[in-house]
């Protein structure tokens, strides 16, 4: 959300049911890489769906101010980057400021490390300026990254003094796709081979990415955990496919799930195996979700689904699928709410360290519509089949807690009203507009 963003209060009806099809905005990971490795490449990249809302919008502003040319991101237009090529970033005249964007601000973080001789500082809105940074500035700093800031380093404005790099074996201590993607960015330009080896394997969209435009990138293992980088090759630009965001699609995939009478199809979803914890979860609550005209897209999976109202059953979500659906968490403890039985959510301290405090805001929220909600340091317990009531809720300026609040309240009884809607702008824009209008 914008400083300058009116705050909305919006009311929310409960029942209904969802019918037709919608097409989610294009996936938000895949929209800041495609920018960012557009920018390093020699030659032009075109994007289409890439997805046109705050966030990207943070790492395009970015780009534009280190002298990367950027066409207009707008719902429809392609957007076309015309790179500098490896080394071409330019040192800005002012603060670059990446809004409410974590991705733009870690993934910067590792772009601008091995820029020799130049200087930059990152800074972005209050929420952004409270969230830890050092999980990425440690290990730049072991490939000889000079960054410095509040706390240690740990807290924006962050400012890089760009220093030759050089490659090594890193362990990263948490599975993170922001981590890996700002060792690998950072990689390009050091001296000898940059190797990251993750706990358990986070989403790959980098990696996909990187080589499609020409890197020499290698993953290793049976578990994909490890990741070889080679510096050397320049990267090409490339046309580039945005595919839906699952994690928006989550959303409509849980609704449909709870609000009886529901049929939807959510077309042009992508499904990277590194994204697909939310639907192997949904599945085993028992929720009936088909996968249709399966195809690939740019190199990425992509298809359509078609979910119907079904009964739901509690689940259990541990550590090993939290990478695979972290962002899906708010609203799949929406669809916990509504399944029968006490579902678990355990290993998922990572969402503490979201746009907010995840698991404390959805806990304190879905308490308000009367939902028996457990807080414990790293998940969620919940008793499932109590029934909701309407209550006044607000997003406390999250995107995925507005969206996934607007769900519970469907199968709330009563109206509910939603403080600083809003915020569903910074990866869905036109959220509000589709449920309108998918809402029967």
Not at 136 to 143: A, N
Request: glycine share 12%; charged share 20%.
């Amino acid at each position: 959300m914008t400083a300058s963003a009116a705050v909305t209060s919006r009311p929310l009806s409960s029942g209904g049911r969802l019918r037709g099809r919608v097409r989610v905005p294009g996936d938000k990971s895949i929209s800041h890489r495609a920018l960012l490795l557009g920018a390093i490449a020699e030659g032009t990249t075109t994007i289409e769906g890439l997805l046109p809302a705050e966030d990207p919008l943070s790492t395009a502003a970015c780009l534009r101010a280190m002298g990367v040319t950027v066409s207009p991101i707008e719902v429809g237009l392609t957007v076309r980057v015309e790179g500098v090529g490896l080394d071409g970033l330019q040192e800005p005249n002012n603060v670059l400021d990446c809004g409410n964007s974590g991705t733009t601000m870690r993934l910067m973080l590792g772009l601008l490390a091995g820029r020799v001789g130049r200087h930059f500082v990152l800074t972005g809105d209050a929420s952004l300026r409270g969230r830890p940074m050092r999980r990425v500035g440690q290990p730049l700093e072991t490939m000889g990254a000079c960054i410095g800031g509040r706390d240690r380093a740990n807290l924006a404005p962050l400012a890089i003094e760009g220093r030759p790099l050089r490659g090594g074996v890193i362990g990263t201590p948490v599975a993170s796709a922001q981590v890996k993607s700002a060792i690998l960015l950072a990689g390009l330009t050091a001296e000898g081979t940059t190797t990251v080896i993750e706990p358990s394997r986070s989403r790959d969209h980098s990696e996909r990415m990187l080589r499609a435009f020409g890197a020499d990138l290698e993953v290793r293992g049976e578990l994909g955990r490890h990741v070889h980088l080679s510096p050397g090759p320049a990267l090409r630009g490339q046309e580039v496919v945005v595919p839906g965001d699952i994690s928006s699609a989550a959303f409509w995939l849980v609704a449909g799930s709870v609000l009886p009478g529901s049929e939807l199809v959510v077309e042009n979803v992508g499904l990277n195996p590194t994204r697909m914890g939310v639907l192997q979860v949904l599945r085993a609550m028992g929720a009936d979700i088909t996968v249709q005209r399966e195809r690939l897209v740019a190199g990425e999976p992509v298809a359509d689904l078609l979910v119907r109202h079904a009964p739901l059953e509690a689940c259990r979500i541990g550590s090993d699928l939290i990478p695979s659906l972290v962002d899906e968490i708010p609203v799949l403890a929406v669809a916990a709410c509504c399944a029968r039985g006490q579902s678990r959510i355990e290993g998922a301290a990572e969402l503490r360290v979201k746009e907010t405090d995840r698991l404390a805001v959805m806990s304190r929220q879905l308490e308000r519509l009367g939902a028996r909600v457990e807080e414990r340091p790293d998940g969620l317990l919940i008793e499932g089949g109590v029934p909701l009531r309407g209550a006044g809720l607000d997003s406390e300026t999250d995107h995925r807690v507005a969206m996934s609040l607007a769900v519970a309240a469907l199968v709330a009884s009563g109206e509910s009203r939603l403080e600083r809607s809003e915020a569903a702008a910074v990866s869905y824009p036109g959220f509000w507009t589709d449920l309108d209008r998918l809402l029967c």
